[in-house]
Antibody
Framework: EVQLLESGGGLVQPGGSLRLSCAASGFTFSSYAMSWVRQAPGKGLEWVSAISGSGGSTYYADSVKGRFTISRDNSKNTLYLQMNSLRAEDTAVYYC???????????????WGQGTLVTVSS | DIVMTQTPLSLSVTPGQPASISCKSSQSLLHSDGKTYLYWYLQKPGQPPQLLIY???NRFSGVPDRFSGSGSGTDFTLKISRVEAEDVGVYYC?????????FGQGTKVEIK
């Protein structure tokens, strides 16, 4: 059974930093691209970032480019999102998401984690 | 960016009756590999999204056969043949042919 468990969310001041983690199990982690998708309170879904299975390719939404860094540790089956220079508009639930296709650079989402809430406020 | 437009934005359905949601993309979602990268998700209240349909018309594992997807190019439809109480929530379409992946605004389905 595929399981994705996010952690690391919380309250942070504008301009601050936070690192999210996503522990994956139930599949061969290194074979699948992974993504982060966020959802502001009461709003729709917004793709944030993706990374290939090897970690060699990374992709970002313009809204976070230069501030967020996606990475992965395949030896630990863990995905990360380092978030710097946080803004109020980054407040959202952040979901970790798995790609449906093995060995794809990124092609979509089949499984989602439960999400972790990030609140940026003074 | 590819714009995804869903209609309607809300739907109130009597149990046992059909429902249909439209999703239109601003560009074709047909890839050179022959696949069309259009997904449908349902987000039940208080839960993360869950995959219903991938590549336009393929039901994901465990998804009841009352859900079906159709369409091509830029026009897509999700149909529920007989709505049940457990189908309430917000339905999203998503394109993943081009980064950034983009979602429709969501269609809220409630039971009458």
């Amino acid at each position: 059974e595929v399981q994705l468990l996010e952690s690391g969310g919380g309250l942070v001041q504008p301009g601050g930093s936070l690192r999210l983690s996503c522990a994956a199990s139930g599949f061969t982690f290194s074979s699948y691209a992974m993504s982060w998708v966020r959802q502001a309170p009461g709003k729709g879904l917004e793709w944030v970032s993706a990374i290939s299975g090897s970690g060699g390719s990374t992709y970002y939404a313009d809204s976070v480019k230069g501030r967020f860094t996606i990475s992965r540790d395949n030896s630990k089956n863990t995905l990360y999102l380092q978030m710097n220079s946080l803004r109020a508009e980054d407040t959202a639930v952040y979901y970790c998401a798995k790609d449906p296709q093995a060995y794809s650079s990124s092609s979509g989402v089949d499984y989602w984690g439960q999400g972790t809430l990030v609140t940026v406020s003074s | 960016d590819i714009v995804m437009t869903q209609t309607p934005l809300s739907l109130s359905v009597t149990p046992g009756q059909p429902a249909s949601i439209s999703c239109k993309s601003s560009q074709s979602l047909l890839h050179s590999d022959g696949k069309t990268y259009l997904y449908w998700y349902l987000q039940k209240p208080g839960q993360p999204p869950q995959l219903l349909i991938y590549e336009v018309s393929n039901r994901f594992s465990g998804v009841p056969d009352r859900f079906s997807g159709s369409g091509s190019g830029t026009d897509f439809t999700l149909k529920i043949s007989r709505v049940e109480a457990e189908d309430v929530g917000v339905y999203y379409c998503m394109q993943s042919i081009q980064l950034p992946w983009t979602f429709g605004q969501g269609t809220k389905v409630e039971i009458k």
